[in-house]
């Protein structure tokens, strides 16, 4: 089984940075796969961005130009840089894994969430 370890959210003004962090507890696991997800009260969640094993990223309409998806060398960790950070990016992001553990996969694998809250 693997576990998401998430961290880096916050309060923090309109117009601030936070960083993201997500890590991976097992290493001996294949990801093919990582994203950040984000979800208000009453709404469906939502993909904020993505990154392949060959670094390819995507990036919602909403967060261009503002965000970054990255991954360690490892490939183990996924960080997302948000800047210029406005109200409506308020949220509880959730990291997201798919992996092959064991030969078996690739599965999905979320983490536990953490409130990101931006005050204007």
């Known amino acids: 089984q693997v576990q998401l370890v998430e961290s880096g959210g916050g309060l923090v003004q309109s117009g601030g940075s936070l960083r993201l962090y997500c890590a991976a507890s097992?290493?001996?696991?294949?990801?093919?796969?990582m994203a950040w997800y984000r979800q208000t009260p009453g709404k469906q969640r939502e993909l904020v961005a993505s990154i392949t094993k060959n670094t390819t990223s995507y990036y919602a309409d909403s967060v261009k130009g503002r965000f970054t998806i990255s991954r360690d060398s490892a490939g183990n960790t996924v960080y997302l840089q948000m800047n210029s950070l406005k109200p409506e990016d308020t949220a509880v992001y959730y990291c997201?894994?798919?992996?092959?553990?064991?030969?078996?996969?690739?599965?999905?694998?979320w983490g536990q969430g953490t409130q990101v809250t931006v005050s204007s």
């Open positions: 997201k894994v798919t992996a092959i553990v064991g030969g078996t996969g690739p599965l999905p694998y």
């Open positions: 097992e290493t001996a696991i294949s990801i093919c796969y």
